[in-house]
């Protein structure tokens, strides 16, 4: 197009631009790397091609023509095979690898990639760095580098299951019709009762010591159950997955001071079954669907992280291991707790002289508590009552007007989700399943 004295003029291209043109496009693109990622060059999709690779050195093997790499970049367990020239590379270094994808002559890779050109993007000291390549490194041992741990076979592994696993349970949320509700991180409820809260108080100059930035002090969240249940007032089913917040002193295996919790509330309900229902379901839907996209990963830590993990069987309890082991080591469901054990929310089932609360936990092998959940006081003077006998009566009037204006049977459930990383994947320790793990007296990144 061409502009002159304000007018417009068309110039049509004749068939050998035309050529020239599209000849020109061909050499550019076979001169130009494709982009891929590791799992997408293992695929074998482009075969023959010119393709860029991004990544760290997982493995060094020199031989006396040429170098043999193992690169990856997070996307898969498995490596690529990197055939280069006699560069001087190092575990763990970051390099960018151009070269032509082939089918490989080995057994255990199906391609691998030929290199023209190898650019170290950041280097490794394989003396200082703390992780060896030819050592298997136990999980307490890379516990101790919080900052570097990602970098390892089996806590990259662990990453990617943990990322499926949120798909998985945002997926199953969503295709049986529930809103997600994004519950606040700071509140004043201590859902639990415990009063184990971490409080939030403002720093700086123009604030005084003690000062509440609220009309009300504040603490982090213990849980977004109270919360979900004012959403219930309008959604039949609603759900939260976000980080919940426990000052809990203790530096077992089985605690964390951060952790993240899938609730759920479900409206319209005055049977326990009802919840067991959701629970299994997304249960076997989000353990179903890791194991469908992460079999590889799952496999290493069944293979040499948790060999022979079969369930587990080191239990919290003598009764829970009872139960488990009574039923084939299972997954069991208990209900109908003693009332006087379980909060002030918790449905009153009035069966004297028992007494006990429409309450229900799934209990697994390994983990021990799994979910916990309960059908929702909806009678008023019931409720009214026990918060009475408690004193908290002020303080969740608000609570009580739930009750007031439209109310409905309802019930919810949390499940912890470090714990069901632990159980279908064997890992004993709480502090395996989390990428920055905190809890009493641990340093913070």
């Known amino acids: 197009m061409f502009q002159a004295a304000a007018k417009t003029f068309s110039v049509a291209p004749t068939a050998s631009v035309c050529r020239g043109i599209l000849s020109s496009i061909r050499q550019y693109c076979k001169k130009t790397p494709t982009k891929l990622r590791v799992s997408e060059a293992l695929s074998s999709a482009e075969l023959g091609t010119n393709v860029k690779v991004q990544g760290w050195v997982r493995s060094v093997r020199p031989q006396k023509a040429n170098l043999f790499l193992h690169v990856n970049d997070g996307s898969s367990l498995q490596s690529l095979q990197i055939v280069a020239g006699s560069e001087l590379l190092t575990f763990g270094s970051a ?6 994808l082939k089918k490989s002559p080995n057994q255990k890779q199906t391609v691998e990639l030929e290199a023209d050109q190898i650019h170290v993007v950041g280097e490794c000291n394989p003396v200082d760095f703390p992780f060896k390549i030819k050592e298997r490194h136990g999980l307490e041992y890379i516990r101790q580098f919080p900052h570097l ?5 089996a806590f990259s592994s662990l990453l990617r299951v943990r990322s499926e696993a949120t798909t998985a349970i945002h997926s199953y949320f969503k295709e049986n019709g529930f809103v997600q509700i994004h519950t606040p991180i700071i509140t004043s409820n201590d859902c639990e009762g415990a009063g184990e809260l971490f409080q939030v108080e403002p720093s700086g100059p123009e604030h005084e010591e003690g000062e509440n930035f609220f009309s009300v002090p504040a603490f982090l969240t213990v849980s977004g159950q109270l919360h979900l249940e004012v959403m219930s007032g309008a959604f039949s089913r609603v759900y939260t997955f976000g980080p919940t917040f426990r000052a809990e002193n203790s530096q077992s295996r089985r605690h964390l001071a951060e952790f993240y919790m899938v609730e759920a509330e479900v409206s319209f309900t005055q049977s326990l079954e009802d919840l067991t229902k959701v629970m299994e379901d997304m249960f076997r839907s989000a353990t179903e669907h890791v194991l469908a996209h992460c079999a590889e990963d799952v496999a290493l830590f069944h293979k040499h992280v948790t060999p022979g993990h079969r369930w587990g069987c080191d239990l919290q309890t003598e009764h829970e291991k009872y139960l488990v082991k009574h039923c084939g080591n299972i997954p069991v469901f208990v209900t109908d707790y003693p009332y006087d054990l379980k909060p002030f929310y918790a449905r009153d ?21 799994l979910c916990g959940g309960s059908l929702r006081e909806e009678r008023l003077d019931l409720l009214r009552a026990r918060l009475e ?12 007007d739930l009750r007031r204006f439209g109310s409905v049977p309802h019930g919810g459930f949390g499940l912890g989700f470090e714990r069901f990383l632990q159980c279908i994947l064997g890992i004993d320790n709480i502090k395996d399943v989390t990428p920055f793990p905190r809890f009493s007296h641990s340093c913070l990144l």
Do not use: F, M
């Open 95 to 100: 390099v960018e690898v151009t070269g032509i």
């Open 149 to 153: 741990r990602c970098r390892t076979n």
């Open 349 to 369: 089932n009035q069966d004297h002289p028992k007494h006990t609360a429409a309450a229900v936990d799934l209990l697994v092998p390994g983990v021990g508590e």
């Open 389 to 400: 006998e408690v004193g908290l009566e002020e303080t969740y009037s608000w609570y009580l």
